[in-house]
């Protein structure tokens, strides 16, 4: 109980660093950009094409950097995620849970900043649950499980620039969840198939029933008119 208090304690204490970090760098950043306005017409002209060119290099415009505002969300959504992880409405007996939309705010920062910063947020995520409650039968089971499933979340950010983005990339990423699962349920979990049962899509079933049920209260909650709006406003303020 202590660890896991001292884990909290720990990783509040981060997340309130990288805030403060990011608060510094963008009151820098706004001395700079005060500054830039004395600049000649040239030199913003050329800014100008060297922003064109990063942002045809990136396709998105967005480059794969975890900055000090993409930390900040990013520890943010870890933070949300591990807290509503802990609130399950419904907990299975040989593991697994129906939380309050834990798996959405892990799905955020791939939605908002790509694959790439999504990927490295789920792994953060699934490393910290490893940490808070830990069960491992096997190194492989343990990568399986912790780092590549929940690095899957990370698999929104394939959709991040697409209509109705969220909702496509939260599928996503929950679907990539789900597959890793019920490969380590397969695999290392075989001997509590139910009777009659092979076990991969006994896997399949056992993981689809707690991990789907959660994503349908998800989506009909995205489904909200308010509900989207907020999401959206909450995006626009990550990428600006």
Not at 4 to 32: D, W
Not at 65 to 75: G, M, V
Not at 99 to 117: D, E, K, R, V, Y
Not at 191 to 218: D, K, Q
Request: proline share 3%.
């Amino acid at each position: 109980m202590l660890c896991k208090i001292l884990l909290v304690v720990l990783f509040l204490a981060l997340l309130a660093a990288a805030s403060a970090f990011a608060g510094t760098r963008y009151r820098s950043g706004k001395n700079r950009n005060s500054g830039a306005e004395h600049n000649s017409e040239t030199e913003n002209s050329s800014e100008t094409q060297n922003t064109s060119k990063a942002k045809s290099a990136s396709g998105t415009g967005r480059s794969f950097q975890l900055t000090a505002r993409k930390l900040t969300f990013c520890a943010i959504a870890i933070a949300l995620g591990t807290v509503l992880s802990n609130v399950k409405l419904y907990s299975f007996p040989f593991g697994g849970s129906v939380t309050l939309l834990s798996m959405l705010f892990i799905c955020l920062p791939g939605c908002w900043f790509g694959a790439g910063t999504g990927i490295i947020t789920g792994v953060a995520y699934g490393i910290l649950q490893l940490l808070i409650d830990p069960y491992v039968i096997h190194p492989a089971q343990l990568l399986v499980d912790y780092l590549l499933a929940f690095g899957a979340f990370g698999l929104s950010g394939l959709f991040m620039d697409r209509k109705n983005g969220l909702v496509k990339g939260y599928i996503a990423g929950v679907t990539g969840r789900w597959i890793f699962t019920t490969i380590s349920g397969w695999i290392f979990f075989a001997e509590y198939a139910w009777e009659g049962w092979n076990p991969l899509p006994y896997s399949m079933v056992y993981n689809g029933i707690y991990i789907f049920a959660e994503s349908v209260v998800t989506l009909l909650i995205l489904a909200i008119p308010q509900v989207k709006e907020a999401f959206s406003r909450i995006r626009k303020l990550a990428l600006e």
